[in-house]
């Protein structure tokens, strides 16, 4: 191979590289706010915050869809109403967190995708790790 040739397919390596790598930069997103969704119509946002279990949440069927609707407040605290189109995940009133993945339709957000934060299993109360492996060794060393 000629030194052209080498400079050629290097600068051809290199652009596909740098295409790859603008492509994911610009497609990763972070969490948003009701807020900013509002103002960028049209665009997908993450969204994280918190299930308002004092309003309620209720699936609605149509003829040609089944749609989840409900009110989250975001990390400002801005509550906003959310309607996933599927189904109401289980436990869902139980989770910590809730992320919904979409955009905003005039002042509804609309959920492409619902993921949830559930509680842990694992009390941390309760469980001194280290009080309870210094006990075991005073009953072992008896």
Known sequence: MT???KHIVLIVLLAIGLGIIIGVVSN????SDFDEALQNPGEEFHIIGKF?????AEVVVTSDARYFVF???DKNNKENVVVFNG???QDFEKSEQVVIIGGMK???FMATDLLLKCPSKYDKKGFDTEEKFQSKNKSSNQ
């Open 3 to 5: 030194f052209l040739k």
């Open 28 to 31: 990763a997103s972070t969490y």
């Open 52 to 56: 308002n279990n004092e309003k309620s």
């Open 71 to 73: 009110y989250m407040f």
């Open 87 to 89: 189904e109401k995940p």
């Open 106 to 108: 005039d002042s509804t």
